[in-house]
């Protein structure tokens, strides 16, 4: 059977396409599957590796940590010394510019932010003080990076993703003229959601950025630091402490990283590194909002993972989990739509998601017809600044929850969703 | 040996007494003692009775909570039902009004804080965008609470401790008429530093506050809800929540708890009990603040302690290792100083401190001459608002985490200071 694109075909074909998809869809329907695409939520099985890590502290361990310091009780507000190594480790930066928290790097995020909205970045006016704040929002990208900033009623300001990062020629000319932009969310290795690496230039470009305003930070989120998929394909970036200290720009970057999907979702330890002197602000302000994180669940990681080489290893069972569902998306995708001309994906080296790009003004009926038949996708715009997408045509997969099976219903209904919506589209407009 | 009060006595007899406390303190100055009764820190033997606590969450052991969900992963934002259940049966609420967060009651206070700062409560104007805010702070008091008010640039108004709590008299004139007033901070049980707890009286009248500010709220820290010493005297108070629903001030209170002298400080699990309607917007701020709290330290809280049986079982053996330390202190003041009309302190039936009152304008002397000799104390004046008591005679003692032996050692030096601090201002003032 020689497959024709959609756009080539007369409206006969079309209309005789989709009634045969209609049909498809709704024997599908009546099946009344459940499935879920549509959070970045590791599976059992991979939960399941880290079982191990509950059983390296118990009743009969030493709970001092390598300085002698008992982990049970209060202290150490920025963690403890291996636990600060490990992480540092991890991202690829000094022990000396890393705080240790609690078990989320999106709460160090929102103090952050919180922060400088309260008290203001060393010794800058506090953002509250401004009628606006503006927010540089690299889409498609990380919903509740842009929820944080609606939420504390900053301006959101859509900068373009490139295969290379953000645009930066925009980035530049944005912050190089406005002071009230005060910062830029970024996903830098395995991008949320196309899984897109910065280029060592664009990482360049960031460290060497003149913003107006002296309070401007990169917020940049390391949340897929050693997350490969493919093993053989690796990315890698530059360090962007070390080049903001290069450009003379020491105090620009806040690095966030945690061991989310690593150990436990929810249960791992999370960090920030940065300059000393913004690492002395956070320590102050810290210092007023709790006695100490949990150690012991900091002892604990430590004590599995021992080293960066026993997360890398670690790493590369959650990879043999993942690829195999990667694959059979873009597989899918690859012999099912490629053919049909009406859609483009993502396929990263690691991190989360594949993105997905469908015809202009497809994305949210796509969602909404998988959903009316059972299958959950993230909302269609959740990628992009106000839940808005200006082409309503990205739609972000989260492959790694559901078994193969259900994946593999998940994605021919998905499949299916996208024909028969793109059909319509086309016969329409046609 | 009569023992004479020192105010009784002549100048002679107090010279000749100064040179003798003077020689004995030089004596164990040069001893070179290290000692700390500065912080309320549980002992190691305190912590080592919750080990087990490691045991019961291991890799053979489901990680289902009760309902099915997998705490290994996100979800849950409020808390697994079990952990709801457990700390509601701790503070005496209904589990309907909790809401379960991470190891650091102390960091929902200060979220608590910031989220009124910059957002406001129920729809009322953001704290940030008014010239004045304060604080009531009823003292001694705990100067944790009054840093974070401090920390957001509020007024602080003293508001003197009785036997039965805070001038009530006073609390219900400032709350009426001065709107600009938005909080109060409340250790209601067992009192830090006093020991104090709130007379049912007292429970009430905060219950039936009339405050001007329709923002006001009780913060409510119940930090020594179950943290009995004396076992045939426990001190019990007003459900705060319950009073204030049959008060008619539904939204009135937020109390405050969590397990971190219970299991282990700064590994624990803590919560806030309050309204529908406080809780829901709690919650909504919540979710962009983080995906989900560590619901894995959850369940090994509940698997570990089971009900509020267990809890109360193992605070028995807090109390066994705790009163010892407290009869220690008040028998060695008993014994020692009351003779000489120099001090009082309190002898509470619970909590984790004695508090100290010198003769007026002898604290801070005090404290630093037990300083020099090598016993550090909570710094004299700290548990007042902006660390300045008016009288500079209230002294924080934390008995709790020196073991016995030490203890003696530290109450000995710590009487020395006293009789020597003392003996001298009367000799001066003579």
Request: a neutral charge; aromatic letters at 10%; proline letters at 4%.
């Amino acid at each position: 059977m020689i497959v024709k694109e959609y756009s080539k075909m007369s409206k006969e074909e079309l209309a005789e396409v989709i009634a045969g998809l209609k049909k498809q869809y709704d024997d599908i329907k009546n099946k009344g599957i459940n499935l879920d695409m549509s959070r970045g939520k590791p599976s059992k099985k991979q939960l399941d590796l880290s079982m191990p890590v509950l059983d390296v502290l118990n009743s009969n361990e030493s709970l001092n940590a390598s300085d002698g310091t008992d982990v049970r009780n209060y202290g150490m507000l920025d963690g403890i010394l291996e636990a600060k190594s490990l992480l540092a480790d991890m991202v690829g930066v000094n022990k000396e510019n890393v705080i240790v928290f609690g078990n989320a790097s999106l709460s160090i995020m929102f103090d952050t932010v919180s922060r400088a909205y309260t008290h203001g970045i060393l010794g800058n006016i506090p953002w509250s003080r401004f009628d606006k704040i503006k927010f540089l929002c690299p889409a498609p990208g990380y919903d509740r990076h842009f929820k944080i900033s609606e939420h504390f009623g900053m301006e959101l300001i859509y900068v373009p993703m490139t295969k290379n990062g953000p645009d930066m020629d925009m980035v530049e000319e944005l912050v190089r003229d406005d002071d009230s932009i005060k910062g830029i969310w970024c996903v830098p290795k395995y991008s949320n959601p196309q899984g897109y690496s910065y280029s060592d230039e664009t990482v360049r470009r960031f460290a060497a950025l003149k913003p107006k305003a002296k309070d401007f930070r990169i917020f940049w989120d390391d949340a897929y630091c050693v997350h490969h998929i493919k093993f053989d394909k690796k990315d890698e970036i530059l360090n962007i402490l070390d080049e903001c200290e290069r450009a003379g720009n020491f105090n620009l970057a806040y690095v966030f990283f945690s061991t989310s999907k690593i150990s436990f979702a929810g249960s791992g330890i999370s960090g920030i590194a940065s300059s000393k002197e913004n690492l002395a602000e956070i320590k102050k302000h810290m210092s007023m909002q709790c006695i100490s994180h949990d150690k012991i669940n900091q002892l604990r990681h430590v004590r599995f993972f021992k080293n960066i080489n026993g997360i890398t290893e670690h790493m590369k069972k959650h990879a043999e989990i993942m690829r195999p569902k990667f694959e059979l998306i873009t597989n899918s995708f690859e012999r099912e739509l490629k053919p049909l001309g009406i859609a483009e994906w993502t396929d990263p080296n690691g991190g989360y998601f594949i993105s997905f790009e469908s015809l202009k003004g497809c994305a949210k009926k796509i969602v909404s017809k998988a959903k009316e038949a059972g299958l959950v996708l993230t909302d269609a715009g959740a990628t992009f600044p106000y839940g808005i997408d200006p082409n309503d045509s990205n739609i972000r997969i989260a492959p790694s929850f559901p078994e193969i099976k259900e994946l593999k219903e998940a994605v021919e209904l998905f499949i299916l969703c996208v024909k028969l919506v793109s059909a319509q589209i086309i016969y329409e407009e046609g």
